[in-house]
């Protein structure tokens, strides 16, 4: 079985200023993407085991026991921020007689100051997912780019060398093709990470969401406020007998 010389290093070897950068920018574009995939990763399951500790914060005794309960799985995470958020705008916020924002009810301070770091926390979520969704889309056609540079080169060389034979010309093009896989290897587990990333964001900012919501009525009504469904299921209930009376 005779020897292939053709690879990735004879192409590395045998291209140019273009092909080179070529090569270095879709190997740039990989390890930035895989950078973000697994930061996101690790943030995502961060959050997640956060999100399983709200029941034992609301079954604390006290406000700064249930924030305790929150940082054990970390100091940083959203659910910990926008509880130390409500609890300082509860603190200052509506005591402050000197700022513009006094003029607000207190409830709609409260309102203002989650609505602000929830704000601040979906940037955070989505940091970064413009460059996936870059990669995912461009990465092809540098690849592609890659290998209609290497093709033209690889025939030129041929037609210099006046050999045509197909032995001749399948290996500096079945070379060039390299750059394809490799722009198709770059751009995949970018948009897969990229459609990945954005659900777990949504289930993120929902669960917040929601957390605010408690937190809200919280330090404004004294109690949590059952969900719109459960408040009309329970409506539902009150309504019932009556309209069975009346029929």
Known sequence: MPENSFGFAHLWASGDVVSHTIAIVLAFMSITSWYLILAKAVDWFQMRQAARKLDDFWAARSFGEGVERLASKGDTNPFVQLA??????????????????????????????????????????????????????????????????????????????????????AGPVGEALIMTAAGLAVALPAVFAYNAVTRANRVILAALDAFAHDLHAFFTLGKRIASPGTQANSTLSRVKPNTAKAA
């Open 84 to 169: 130390e958020q409500a609890d300082h705008c509860n603190q200052q916020c509506m005591t402050a007689s000197d700022q513009l924002s006094a003029r607000f009810h207190p409830a709609e301070q409260m309102e203002r100051s989650l609505r602000q770091q929830l704000s601040g926390t979906q940037a955070e979520l989505e940091s970064g997912l413009t460059l996936l969704a870059t990669t995912g889309a461009t990465a092809p056609f540098v690849g592609l780019f890659g290998t209609v540079w290497g093709i033209y080169h690889a025939l030129v060389a041929i037609g210099i060398s006046g050999q045509a034979a197909l032995e001749k010309v």
